[in-house]
């Protein structure tokens, strides 16, 4: 036997379609608004023009969740993120995540010192960043990208890996730029972005 719809049913599923639908309109609309106010400080896509704040436009879908969850936690400290992240659900966060991973790279609009660049070019040679951030500097997994990336932001990051003050932090990272000088930062921060 056939199951056959009477016409209350078939309203009712018209109506239960119509609230699943308004339902993932409004997660859009809340979604929305997230990268709205996300853009106020990394920028419009997520290519930040403010300074010392990262770009998060092409940064890798699993290092933005990653970075997300340990703010929301608590075990990364970013005062500014604070308010900003506790309230997110996962599912925000795997949305941002997304969103962000798809946007295209942004470039640092700083200007990058060649001759920095050019000498931060066999450091980074000698410390290996690109097995990990691979060669073009793109990152992977939970390894962000510096290509691009603010420079100001990454000479106060590894200062903050090195001086053992950036909470969360990755312990391999730390070891890298472990008895770095501020001007080999400097150099490597200019090369990386320049990639």
């Not at 699943?20 to 990394?42: F, P, Q, V």
């Not at 900003?84 to 640092?108: C, G």
């Amino acid at each position: 036997m056939g199951l056959t719809w009477s016409e209350s049913g078939l309203r009712a599923l018209a109506l239960a379609a119509a609230l699943i639908a308004s339902l993932g309109a409004a997660e859009a609309a809340s979604l929305a608004e997230r990268i709205e106010a996300c853009a106020a400080c990394h920028g419009a896509g997520g290519a930040s023009t403010m300074e010392n704040i990262p770009s998060l436009a092409g940064q890798p879908e699993f290092f933005v969740m990653n970075q997300l969850i340990l703010m929301r936690e608590g075990v990364r400290r970013v005062e500014p993120m604070t308010d900003v992240v506790k309230d997110l659900k996962d599912e925000d966060i795997l949305a941002l995540a997304a969103h962000f991973a798809k946007a295209p790279p942004a470039r640092t609009p700083e200007p990058v010192d060649a001759a920095r660049a050019a000498a931060g070019a066999p450091l980074a040679e000698t410390l290996r960043c690109a097995s990990c951030h691979l060669p073009n500097y793109g990152g992977q997994e939970q390894i962000p990208r510096l290509a691009g990336q603010r420079v100001d932001y990454m000479i106060a990051a590894m200062k903050a890996y090195r001086d053992n003050t950036r909470s969360g932090a990755d312990t391999q990272m730390a070891a890298v730029v472990y008895g770095l000088t501020d001007a080999q930062i400097e150099a490597l921060a200019h090369y990386a972005s320049s990639k």
